[in-house]
Each structure stands twice: as C-alpha cells, then as structure tokens.
C-alpha cells in the first residue's frame, strides 16, 4: 500500500536515477505537504532545513540535470553523508504520514466523484438520446414533483438548440464570415429528424446549427416554412445511425384546453440549453399578429403565464402528460427589455399539425388567395367603412377575373374606392383579420361567394381562389424577409 501510494511521487532515491525526468515533492510546494511534516514530528523549521539541504545535494535546478551532478554529490564529507542520512530517515517517516494522506484523499475524491464509465469514450456509437440523471426517490420528492422530473428527463432529448448563423461582410477588407445573430429552440416532429421551430428564429440564416442532448452539433437545411403562421420545418443533417436516436416529441390537442390546467415549457432562454419552467393556461383564443409584411394574425393562441424568454421560442408547451400542445412564440414585453412578463403566447398544436404535414409533402404550405391588395386597417377606419377595402386587382389574379375593381383616380383626380369586401361564404367581414381568418379555412380552388360593397351598393361576386407563392419560404428561396 505504501508503495503504491507513493508511486506518483518521487522519492529521494527515485530522483538520484534521473530527476529531469520527474517530479519531486519539494519543487512543488503544496499544503498537503506541510500538513504532513506535522503528522510526522517534523517542524515545519526542521523539515524545511533537511529538505533544502538534501535537495541542493541530490538535485539539480532546472533543465541542466546530469548524473555527474549526482555521482560528484555521493563523494561529500562525512558530515554532508550524516545529514543526507537524516534527511533520508525524515523523508520515509513524512512518505509515511503523507501515505495515509493520499489514501484518506483518494477515498473521499471516489466519494465525490464516482468513475463511471462514458459510453461514448468505449464506443464509436452515439449515446442514446435520452437523458441522464439519478432516478427520483420518492422518499424525498413529492408525487406532484417526481412527475415534473420524470415529465423533464422523458421530454427534453427531444428538444433542440437552434443557432442561426450569419454571413457577414467587412466593408474595407470585403472579406465574409460567418457570425451567429440568433439562438433559438425547436423538437423533433418524427423519427426522420424533421425539427420544427419558430420561422423567426431562423429567418435571415445563412447557416443553422443544432445542438442535440448529447452536446453533439450538426447542420440543418430549411425544408419549408410559413411566415404568416411563424412556423418552419429543418431536416437535420446527419449520419443515418444518429437519426435512429432520435426521439420525437408526444403530440397533444389544443381544442380541449382549459383555463387553470397545468402546463409545462422546455426550451433554451439565454442560451441556457434545456431549461423547464411549469406555469397554467392563463387563457385560449388569443390571436397574435406575425411581424411578417402581411400582418396575418394567428388564430386560437394559447396564454400561459410559464416563464418564456428570448430563446424559448420554437421550444415546446407541454400538457402535464408531456403531449405538446403548443410551440412558445412570443411574451408580452410591455417594458421591451425582452424578459418574461408572466404573459407568453404559443402556436397551438392543432394548427401546427396541418402546416407541417403540407411543408413536408410540397416543401411550403399551400394558401388561397383572392389576389388582391388591401387598404391598411387604419385608412378603412379612417374613412368610417366596414370591411376591406380593395386597393387592386392585378391583371390576371382570381378577382380581376372575376372582376373585382380596386381604388383609383378619375381624369379629374377624384379618388374613387374600389370594393370592400364585407362578407366571404356568409360570413361577415368587418376587419382584415376576419378575411384572413375565412381564407384559412379554405384551399386553393374552393370558388366563394363574396358581399362586396360597390358605389354604395351591395352586391356579390363568384370567385375561384388561386394559390399563393411565397419563396421566401421554401428550400429553394432565400431564408429572408417577407
């Protein structure tokens, strides 16, 4: 035991052999060291003298160690030989002590930190994505809060980081980087490595990176995405191997949510990967305006008063079985410090689930349009009107063929207003959301009937939607503005 608690430390004759090659206890001073000069009778005046001594005899200073610096020391006068036999009998008794030392040390770091082994450093194959932590004991934790843990451990492998990367050029050089400009969350939808996330967290990306549970970081290609709804669909691009780890996230309904209910959201606020924070629906039927060009509010948003912060968005909203039932997309910042003000927002997965399956089958979601543009919300009111007011009816579009008349100038100057809309199918229509709303409910093809309001007289028009390109949105077109 004694040698081989001492083994990584040189003694005295182990360095005659050749000390450059080696470390001795006295080039390093240490605590332990000195603590051990006490357990062995030494003071610490005595063992400090005998240990400079000894070491000016038996060892050389810096990287001009030679063993005739060693053979010329065994050739002193008696009196040197004496104190080196002293100092060699106080260095056995301080081995000694410092022996029990390292052992005592050695138990208490096992204690603390357990060898375990890392499948990983055994195996080329990935870790299974799944997280690792104790189980909880029952003894200690409550029911409500072991099913929060197992609801954590079960849920996060499927959660992602999500880092969009930037090009960017020196304007003196004209040399380009690549730079991160944002960070954000996203889940895996399926067992194919299709992640789902936030349109606005990787809007502008020349780049994205995702980090998995397992810290590894791999690349992902936009497949599709919609603006309007905030919603974008990455393939991960990795080995095939990696892709049967993967764990899809449990899918839920929205439609039967109740106020008061408990709900749980993981995602990565601040770059803080893999975060959980637990709260209930503060509310259902919200809408929220996207800030894409459009302004096309998203319909029936969840309220929770879950912590979601900068980060969060594109994470999950779980129900207290860990279904999703809705993807965190944005806060109330009254104070625009971009912090959690008890007030967040999120997609609900009922809607997600039909974008989704439309990007993964044509690459982008498939919308109706009327094709044509509208008057901002604020001129209608402006002008007292109820309904949308019809700027124009480009040639060609689903209304001009159906003829649809937009606003214009008469040879005199006069502006004269062009159709408002003020129903669609028998639905009234006061505001632009109520258009958008009707529309989403529909397909490209669908023919509907619209009440539209034409030099004050009510009228109605047959129309056959079209269907609305957006590139912007696609794989092949620029991850850019709307």
Not at 232 to 239: D, F, G, K, S, T
Request: hydrophobic share 40%; proline share 6%; with cysteine.
């Amino acid at each position: 035991m004694l040698s081989q608690a001492l083994a990584p430390i040189p003694t005295m004759a182990s360095s005659r052999a050749g000390c450059c090659h080696s470390v001795c206890a006295l080039c390093v001073p240490s605590p332990l060291r000195l603590l051990n000069q006490r357990q062995s009778g030494f003071t610490s005046t005595t063992a400090t003298s005998l240990s400079r001594q000894s070491h000016r005899q038996n060892h050389s200073f810096g990287p001009y160690c030679s063993m005739s610096r060693h053979k010329h020391s065994e050739q002193q006068a008696p009196h040197s030989q004496k104190l080196q036999r002293q100092a060699l009998a106080g260095w056995h008794r301080l081995m000694t002590a410092a022996a029990g030392g390292a052992a005592v040390l050695s138990v208490l770091l096992s204690v603390a930190s357990p060898a375990q082994a890392d499948p990983f450093l055994q195996s080329n194959k990935p870790p299974l994505q799944e997280m690792k932590a104790p189980e909880a004991d029952s003894n200690d934790l409550s029911q409500e809060e072991i099913a929060s843990v197992k609801l954590f451990q079960q849920n996060t492998p499927s959660v992602v980081n999500i880092s969009n990367i930037a090009v960017r050029q020196d304007r003196w050089s004209m040399d380009s980087q690549k730079v991160p400009q944002g960070m954000g969350s996203g889940f895996f939808w399926d067992d194919k490595g299709h992640i789902v996330t936030n349109f606005h967290v990787i809007k502008g990306a020349a780049d994205i990176k995702v980090a998995l549970i397992d810290q590894s970081v791999w690349s992902a290609k936009l497949i599709g995405g919609d603006p309007d709804k905030d919603i974008a669909v990455l393939q991960l691009e990795c080995e095939t191997s990696k892709i049967d780890e993967l764990k899809p996230i449990s899918l839920g309904q929205s439609s039967n949510l109740l106020v008061g209910q408990k709900v749980y959201a993981i995602g990565n606020p601040f770059g803080l990967d893999h975060t959980l924070t637990q709260g209930i629906v503060s509310g259902v039927g919200r809408e929220l305006n996207t800030p894409g060009a459009r302004g096309v509010p998203i319909r029936n948003v969840i309220q929770t008063d879950a912590a979601i912060n900068p980060g969060n968005s594109g994470g999950v909203l779980l129900d207290s079985k860990g279904r999703l039932i809705g993807i965190n997309t944005a806060i109330a910042d009254p104070t625009g410090r971009g912090a959690s003000s008890g007030v967040g927002f999120a997609i609900p997965v009922d809607s997600v689930k039909g974008l989704v399956d439309q990007i993964l089958k044509f690459g982008r979601v498939i919308r109706p349009v009327l094709g044509i543009t509208i008057a901002p919300p604020q001129t209608v009111r402006q002008l007292g009107l109820d309904g949308v007011l019809v700027l124009e009816a480009p040639s060609g579009s689903p209304a001009n063929q159906a003829g649809i008349k937009g606003t214009f100038r008469d040879n005199s100057g006069k502006l004269v207003l062009g159709d408002i809309l003020t129903g669609i199918n028998g639905k009234a229509i006061k505001l632009q959301k109520d258009l958008f709303a009707a529309l989403d409910d529909l397909k490209p093809g669908d023919k509907v009937q619209l009440d539209i309001v034409r030099e004050g007289k009510q009228d109605q028009v047959s129309v056959t939607l079209g269907e609305r390109s957006d590139p912007s949105a696609t794989a092949n077109g620029a991850i850019g503005p709307d």
